[in-house]
């Protein structure tokens, strides 16, 4: 899971770049980089947050009207510096290259490609297979001709979820969306001075607003787009199946204010918590909490509905440093339980002396809410009840969520009972599968039937995994970790 994002404006775009990728922090910690092209590309990238890795004259050398950005969050590939996105390639063309997502199949493609490859990312064995198949098709004299013909080979030939731009100097601005919509990617317009249209790509609405842009909706699964150096948008669905947006973007990963697929994410985790609140009293009618209080910031929204829903005061219990990431895409174990302390303060006036119910968007590993659950028995809660907006998570994702692994998930390793035990909760309480389908799809014109959740029901979109393969790609992505 990362932020991606590309601009083609009627002026220079690094600037905005670097504003959209403000807005897309929260999708990825890690690393960041920006690429521009005008005649060649220019490009800038490091480790950390977007403030700590640009400063202002690296807008002034980032030259050109087209661009393409990328913050990182690690699900495969290493920490060397040339795992930084965006991808650059001279081959013989200029290609500027940023992907969200995981290829399934990357290691047997890896195979086909020795000597080619410089990074340990399956998204440059992604880039290869797109420039391969782009040559391949070098005879057309029309270039989004060759494009959707380059397209219809690689969505043929890569399983996995892919949302990616590219900049081609000379060609102009690509975006891409994989066959099945797992990753989000939305565009948007806006009127230029010149009289004409800016476009942009991302990965969530969020850049739209500051930026000036108007949403255009979503590229379609199996759909490419290009923006030619003329700034004039072709678009083609080149292939598509089961649409099956990742629905772990609704319940953590995106910005509450987004839109993805034309649903709204703040909309979708109020239902959230109402859906939930229906459960929790049709399961303890008699057992009512004196507070309702949110594991900040993704689940305030959910438990937001949730205490209205019951008719119980809303409290923010546990005060959060906003200065600390999210400890969910940080490295390990010993990190995030290291950084929840440092990021929360639990309100000794708001939690003594009262039964509390904490609500969280979800349990994963289940270090977090352990450590949220003893801080707030450490300020003299009563009883705590524990409640998450997502389903039980049993199985590794493997399309672009950090769970590479059963053995990491608590859910796959202890049942309800043993989980409340392990979180030293009174009581435990997590959202049905079905409820949160309908919390996501209760309204919009989204075309959605059941989004992916492999990782709460073992339907994987992409293909079935036999138990030998799950376990040859949990190893895999284990030692990727490591290493």
């Known amino acids: 899971m990362c932020g991606i994002v590309g601009i083609a404006s009627h002026e220079a775009v690094s600037a905005e770049l670097h504003d959209a990728l403000i807005h897309l922090q929260h999708r990825g910690q890690d690393a960041a980089g920006i690429v521009t092209g005008d005649k060649v590309l220019h490009q800038k990238q490091g480790f950390g947050l977007v403030r700590e890795v640009f400063v202002p004259d690296d807008m002034l050398q980032l030259k050109g009207n087209y661009g393409i950005a990328h913050v990182r969050y690690p699900t495969a590939g290493g920490y060397a510096k040339t795992d930084i996105q965006p991808l650059c390639l001279e081959d013989p063309m200029s290609i500027a290259f940023a992907h969200n997502g995981n290829l399934v199949d990357h290691h047997a493609l890896a195979d086909t490609m020795q000597g080619k490859l410089k990074t340990s990312l399956d998204s440059e064995i992604l880039l290869h297979t797109f420039l391969v198949s782009l040559r391949e098709e070098s005879d057309k004299a029309n270039f989004f001709e060759q494009l959707c013909l380059a397209m219809k080979k690689v969505f043929g030939s890569v399983t996995g979820s892919y949302s990616v731009v590219a900049l081609i100097p000379g060609k102009g601005l690509i975006a891409f969306r994989d066959p099945h919509g797992i990753r989000p990617l939305v565009m948007g317009s806006r009127e230029n001075k010149m009289g004409s249209k800016d476009y942009i790509f991302s990965s969530e609405t969020t850049p739209f607003y500051p930026l000036g842009f108007d949403p255009l909706g979503d590229l379609q699964p199996g759909e490419v787009a290009l923006v030619n150096e003329k700034g004039e948008l072709q678009r083609q669905v080149i292939t598509s199946k089961q649409f099956a947006p990742c629905v772990f973007e609704y319940v953590y990963f995106a910005r509450p204010d987004a839109t993805l697929n034309n649903v709204s994410v703040y909309r979708s985790r109020l239902r959230m918590g109402q859906n939930l609140a229906k459960q929790w009293k049709a ?31 809303y409290s923010e219990g546990l005060y959060k440093n906003p200065f600390i990431g999210r400890t969910f895409i940080m490295p390990n174990q010993q990190t995030r339980k290291r950084s929840v302390r440092h990021k929360l303060t639990p309100q000794r006036t708001e939690i003594e002396n009262k039964n509390v119910l904490i609500l969280d968007d979800s349990i994963v590993r289940g270090t977090t809410s352990r450590e949220i659950v003893k801080m707030v028995r ?17 199985y590794p994702c493997f399309y672009g969520i950090d769970m590479p692994s059963r053995s990491e998930l608590i859910a796959s390793q202890y049942n309800e009972q043993q989980t409340a035990l392990y979180l030293g909760v009174d009581r435990l309480l997590y959202q049905t599968e079905e409820d949160l389908v309908e919390a996501v799809t209760r309204k919009g014109e989204h075309h959605i039937i059941r989004p992916c959740m492999a990782c709460m029901d073992g339907e994987y979109v992409c293909g079935k995994f036999t138990e030998e393969k799950m376990r040859v790609i949990e190893t895999q992505r284990k030692a990727e970790k490591v290493s």
């Open 378 to 394: 450490e300020f003299g809660a009563k009883s705590i009840y524990f409640v998450s907006s997502c389903p039980p998570i049993k």
């Open 283 to 313: 399961k303890y009618p008699d057992l009512m909490p004196d507070i309702v209080i949110p594991a900040p910031f993704t689940a305030n929204t959910a438990a937001l509905s949730f205490a209205n829903e019951l008719g119980v005061r």
